[in-house]
């Protein structure tokens, strides 16, 4: 009768796999980590794709967070409302019967909630606005006397211009774009909308988040042998 005792050897196996996990644990927790910055990259490069984003500031609202929970990594966006933008979806008045949707804003510059209700309050004191297919428009008053060579009644004076537009140096409000009534378009009214899915999440992770991961903690196994 021949016994064998590979009892030493057990334990001496148990021991490299045991070293071996830690190993691994190692390279996993440092490759995801180091994976935080080409991830960021990643969906800042899709939307800048999607949203055609001109202003750098909006690509700086990615935060990537790596081991939080051991063995994940979570991406968020913290721009306001950029889950609905991104899937898509329906919004509505939160007050009210209808959205206000401001248009021609001043040299393109974003107004405000607050900004926007406290100058349309201040028009409808004045009964300066007028709702007619879906539109609201604003029917700016004109000069009343021909100073500087202008005929009456051509020119928006220049109180409201100033007070609904700004200044040239610091514009804010609404443009004056007159139509063949004398009347400027400053918003879009509507019940509810709805936004077309931008993103494909799936997709993104499947074709080029993972593989980054994955490369990452590759590489860093590689470096600990």
Do not use: C
């Amino acid at each position: 009768m021949i016994t064998i005792d590979v009892r030493s050897n057990i334990a001496q196996l148990q021991a490299q796999i045991a070293a071996e996990k830690r190993r691994m644990e190692r390279a996993v927790k440092a490759g995801m980590a180091k994976a935080k910055e080409p991830l960021r990259a990643a969906v800042q490069a899709e939307t800048k794709n999607v949203f055609k984003v001109k202003q750098p500031s909006f690509l700086r609202t990615w935060t990537v967070s790596a081991n939080t929970v051991p063995g994940t990594i979570i991406i968020r966006n913290k721009a306001k409302g950029f889950s609905l933008h991104a899937l898509g979806g329906s919004i509505g008045p939160r007050k009210g019967s209808a959205l206000l949707i401001p248009i021609n804003t001043a040299g393109g510059s974003r107004i405000g909630q607050k900004k926007l209700y406290k100058l349309l309050s201040w028009l409808r004191e004045r009964n300066m606005t007028l709702f007619k297919n879906g539109i609201l428009y604003v029917k700016p008053p004109m000069n009343t006397s021909r100073r500087g060579g202008v005929a009456i009644g051509t020119r928006v004076q220049k109180g409201f211009r100033r007070r609904l537009s700004g200044t040239f140096e610091r514009p804010s409000g609404f443009d004056i774009k007159l139509n063949a009534q004398g009347l400027t378009a400053i918003a879009v009214v509507k019940r509810s909308i709805t936004m077309r899915k931008r993103f494909d999440m799936d997709r993104l992770a499947r074709n080029t988040l993972v593989p980054i991961v994955i490369s990452s903690i590759a590489a860093e196994l590689a470096r600990s042998k």
